[in-house]
């Protein structure tokens, strides 16, 4: 990473190769010196993103806009086609890359809570019903709901669908 243009305040290193504008490191970075020049190495890089990521989720009380999409999209190995597709629920891949390309802008409300949902899950190593529920979403064919006849039966108190063919 050159340090070139880059900005290096009372010994903080703006971290821009994050691609989100507000990122400073007061530490666990070293100046070293190149053959190219003076180049930045980050100590933990896969730490420091996964930290960066869990604050934008968890501890960021400003709504979720492009630039921290994209940032968390490529935490989580998704390109914006399967982003769109499996988690904003047959999205298309243009729709996340405009939401990324206005990058101070927020993304929808509804975007951003199965955003955060899913990606504490995907951090967390755990499968609950966020995950589970976009599974299925994915699997069934929800267009046909009203093709299909969809019939209850009452189990001791308990109601159950019995799908039919």
Not at 106 to 124: C, D, G, V
Request: glycine share 6%; with cysteine; net charge negative.
């Amino acid at each position: 990473m050159s340090l070139e243009g880059q900005a290096a305040m009372d010994n903080y290193y703006h971290y821009r190769e994050s691609g989100l504008s507000n990122i400073f490191l007061k530490n666990g970075f070293d100046v070293i010196e190149t053959s190219f020049g003076k180049s930045v190495r980050i100590q933990h890089v896969e730490a420091l993103h996964e930290a960066i990521g869990l604050f934008i989720v968890k501890s960021c009380s400003r709504r979720i806009d492009g630039e921290m999409l994209k940032f968390l999209r490529t935490q989580l190995n998704m390109t914006q086609k399967i982003m769109g597709e499996s988690l904003f629920l047959h999205a298309d891949s243009q729709t996340v890359a405009n939401w990324e390309k206005r990058r101070l802008e927020a993304i929808p409300a509804q975007a951003e809570i199965l955003l955060r949902s899913f990606y504490m899950e995907a951090k967390s190593g755990t499968s609950t019903h966020v995950t589970s529920l976009l599974e299925r979403f994915a699997d069934e064919d929800c267009d046909n709901f009203h093709a299909r006849r969809i019939e209850f039966k009452n189990f001791e108190g308990e109601w159950q669908e019995q799908l039919c063919a």
